[in-house]
């Protein structure tokens, strides 16, 4: 249903899939790991881990000090880093991958509308990113964790959390609409 | 009932790794197969002509929680032991809120940004940088965040034990709803498609 | 019919399909009471047959003093009884209870009533769950005064048994306990424990392994 006109030489990119196909098959790999592991998936966790252990090697003092941190440090007897979100998100970057190359849709470019320029829309990822590493940490979760695997699970917390991301983006789409369309 | 197979020692931590990897690979595959791995397709979903986010996310809502109830319910998965993240609604409220403002802006989430900087995308490669950013300044923040960060813990609370109504009640309610959301999303989609730009 | 079912788009088959799922699960309810229990006789019998469904009071006792956490203890008796003294570690959990609490699979879980049949029927219950390696203490909280707080001890003790001996005096003292020697009868007075009272957690604290976090994302 999308045409893409690109501007790198190749063959066009094939056409993502039909969204509900795409959707069943998302659900189940959900219920591939509710099944096999008794868990939901995940992708902010991962991160959290890769902070704390940065911070943890900079400033070992620090990170000791803050629960936060601590928190996905552990005991110190484990490296945080080999923990089971860290791998799943490994796990995600070469699914993409690999879904990518063969679809032909590994492009080095930037997203974005015609009316902004790729310094401000990179400036407004950034920003984006920033927002949403705080929030997710806020809410416990994002989209894969709370919406995704705790809205299948029909868990009161994922679901409040779900219909608030949705209020929130719509009511700043309007002001960042500059990017996008 | 032998599943979760985890729960029931049925592997290892080592092997529980490699298993994370590999639901990892499909994840990201399917993810990057609707096209979340572009923050152009993504952001549409908040103006109208392209809802493919909310298709996505609710037909795979619909289809893990149908499979995961009957599953439970012929006896092979034990619902019970399947880890439901505790519910703590005012951060919750406030960090989805949040969370909706960082997905608007920079067109990604984490999981997504993934894919994006996976096949390419400068975009999605910064949008990761933020977000490592962003959870650095929480946890650098946590001392002032921390009363708020658990605020009205609920615990592991459902829909279903919530209003008091049979767990297959809020399947069949949910499933109304995400069929209903679709019947509209394609409505919406032609109310909204003069907004779909030329070149996407 | 076959005219209808042509009709239909890709779109309507899985809306079609996702809403009769719906509505059956209505009417099937609730997905918990559908894990009925099915018991592979077999498989019990063949754990009780191998004796690893079950730990010697000494064996527990070895493990409390070596400050072991990778075991569960559940006191199976009356809240008073728990109240009055409970070997060191232990949570109490009535019966019924027991079914409702977030017990791991994987967990190694130790269960003792005051003789051995309330917590043999325990076992049954956890072990027909599939908590296949959950034990109960043998004998019960009786074995436990009998052998490791008040042990008799033989008045003429050969030489290669002294060190047994010894150990199950030490043994005994760590929990507060007192050999008995054989032959005089034990006095209930002697038998009334002096043992320190809940140097233990409480009911609910478990010796925390600590797992790491949260699951969540």
């Known amino acids: ?73 552990g005991d110190g007897k484990m490296n945080p880093l080999k923990d089971w979100l860290v791998f799943e998100v490994i796990g995600v970057i070469l699914g993409g991958f690999i879904s990518g190359l063969l679809a032909g849709r590994i492009r080095g470019k930037v997203e974005k509308g015609p009316r902004i320029s790729i310094k401000g829309r990179l400036f407004y990822a950034f920003i ?18 709370q919406a995704l695997t705790g809205g299948a699970l029909l868990s009161v917390g994922s679901w409040a959390f779900m219909l608030c991301v949705f209020a929130g983006a719509y009511a700043t789409a309007y002001f960042v609409r500059r990017q996008w369309i | 009932m032998n599943a979760p197979f985890f729960k029931f020692g049925a592997f290892n931590e080592e092997i529980s790794l490699v298993i994370a990897v590999l639901i990892g690979v499909g994840f990201g595959f399917f993810l990057e197969r609707a096209g979340f791995g572009n923050g152009r397709k993504l952001a549409a979903q908040f103006y109208g002509y392209d809802l493919t986010v909310f298709k996505v ?61 996976a096949t390419g995308r400068y975009d999605g490669f910064v949008y990761l940088i933020g977000i490592v950013f962003g959870i650095f300044v929480f946890g650098e923040m946590f001392s002032i965040m921390e009363s708020l960060y658990s605020a009205t813990p609920m615990g592991s609370i459902t829909l279903p034990q919530l209003f008091g109504v049979s767990y297959g009640m809020i399947v069949m309610l949910v499933v109304f709803m995400a069929v209903g959301g679709f019947i509209f999303a394609a409505w919406a989609e032609k109310k909204f498609a003069h907004l779909r730009p030329e070149e996407q | 019919m076959s005219n209808f079912c042509n009709r239909l788009t890709y779109h309507q088959w899985l809306a079609l399909i996702a809403v009769v799922l719906g509505l059956f699960a209505f009417v099937a309810g609730d997905p918990y009471s559908g894990s009925r229990i099915t018991i592979d006789t077999k498989e019990l019998a063949s754990i009780v047959e191998g004796k690893v469904d079950h730990v010697t009071a000494l064996e527990l006792a070895d493990w409390i003093i070596q400050e072991k956490t990778d075991y569960r203890l559940i006191d199976l008796r009356t809240e008073d009884e728990y109240s009055e003294y409970h070997i060191p570690t232990a949570e109490c959990v009535a019966l019924p209870d027991l079914m409702e609490l977030p017990l791991q699979r994987t967990e190694n879980i130790v269960l003792y009533s005051e003789g051995g049949i309330h917590s043999a029927q325990a076992w049954m219950l956890l072990a027909a769950r599939g908590f296949v390696h959950s034990k109960m203490l043998l004998g019960g909280f009786e074995a436990w005064q009998d052998s490791v707080l008040f042990p008799t001890l033989p008045e003429n003790p050969a030489p290669s048994e002294l060190a047994a001996i010894e150990k199950l005096k030490s043994v005994s003292a760590h929990f507060g306990g007192a050999p008995q020697t054989g032959g005089q009868a034990i006095s209930e007075v002697k038998r009334t424990i002096t043992a320190p009272k809940n140097t233990t957690p409480t009911a609910t604290g478990k010796p925390s392994g600590g797992k790491k976090k949260k699951e969540g994302c």
């Open chain 1, 1 to 73: 249903m999308n045409s893409h006109h690109d501007h790198h030489a190749g063959p066009p990119p094939a056409p993502y899939w039909n969204p509900y196909t795409a959707g069943i098959g998302l659900g189940l790999v959900l219920l591939l790991a509710f099944v096999v592991m008794g868990r939901g998936l995940g992708a902010s966790g991962a991160f959290s881990s890769l902070v704390a252990t940065g911070v943890s090697c900079v400033a070992p003092t620090h990170a000791e000090q803050n629960a936060f941190y601590k928190e996905y440090l």
């Open chain 1, 128 to 145: 984006g990113g920033t927002i949403m590493g705080f929030a997710a940490k806020l809410a416990r979760g994002c989209t894969s964790g």
């Open chain 2, 57 to 117: 996310m609710f037909s795979a809502i619909v289809t893990a929680m149908l499979g995961l109830f009957y599953l439970s319910w012929i006896g092979y998965v034990d619902l019970s032991l399947v880890y439901v993240s505790p519910t703590y609604l005012v951060p919750q409220i406030l960090g989805g809120l949040l969370l909706g403002v960082g997905f608007a802006i920079g067109g990604y989430c984490p999981g997504t940004s993934c894919v994006s900087a």
